[in-house]
């Protein structure tokens, strides 16, 4: 298996609502990655996860909630979003933080928060 | 922080057509990578290449680490080869986030 999966690829919430995205791999990946991407712009790293450990907090908001439950899977808990959060979500993982070994990346989530 | 520019912008080729894509970053870099971004979203990594050349097909990339910029060559280039394709960087030291450039938007009529 070489591949990251993410769930759900579309989804559209309410301001008021809590949804999850999810992400898997089963690559023994010890890095993994949230990114987010506006339309046209490159991806914007959000939060690293090394060995289940966050490692990186891009300085996200708290309505974004990253959890990592074990080496495999990947969250992010949504919260009281705004409009502005529309947008791709992906997740990607790579065998250590140095990306040595290179990235591989899901195919994303469409969110659209109204 | 590092950064990173990429040029052209946008790149128009009719199928067959050969392009170079230009990556140039404003510090030293321990990692250096090549994404092609399709029209459906999807990031496929092309190359890891800090510095030298490698092949994979018929894309190619190279890096002059000493002199702060890569290439990406695409030859007899096809319409699956549309998308946006990303260059993107990390400096040395324990950082471990990866800066994307804006990236070049390739167009390759049948």
């Known amino acids: 298996d070489t591949e990251v999966t993410q769930t759900p690829k579309h989804l559209v919430m309410g301001m008021t609502n809590k949804k999850s995205l999810k ?8 890095a993994m990655y949230w990114y987010k991407q506006k339309a046209k712009k490159p991806p914007e790293l959000m939060f690293v996860y090394s060995y289940e450990k966050l490692s990186i907090n891009e ?46 990346f899901g195919s994303g989530t469409r969110l659209t928060v109204v | 922080g590092i950064q990173v520019e990429q040029s052209p912008p946008d790149l128009i080729l009719q199928e067959g057509a050969n392009s170079t894509l230009r990556c140039n970053f404003s510090d030293s870099v321990n990692n250096l ?21 490698k092949q994979n097909g018929r894309l190619s990339a190279t890096t002059v680490a000493t002199e702060r910029y890569s290439l990406l060559y695409i030859s007899s280039s096809q ?14 030291g324990s950082n471990y986030k990866l800066t994307f450039g804006k990236g070049t938007l390739l167009t390759v009529n049948p």
């Open chain 2, 79 to 92: 319409t699956t080869d549309s998308g946006v394709y990303f260059c993107a960087v990390r400096s040395g």
């Open chain 1, 59 to 104: 300085s996200v908001p708290s309505r974004f909630s990253p959890e990592c439950p074990n080496s495999s899977l990947l969250n992010l808990h949504l919260h009281a979003l705004q409009p502005e959060d529309s947008a791709l979500y992906l997740c990607a993982s790579s065998q250590d933080l140095t990306g040595r070994y290179g990235y591989t």
């Open chain 2, 33 to 53: 990578q090549w994404f092609h971004q399709n029209p459906w979203g999807q990031l496929i990594n092309l190359f890891y290449i800090p510095s030298g050349t």
């Open chain 1, 23 to 30: 992400c898997e791999q089963h690559m023994g990946h010890r």
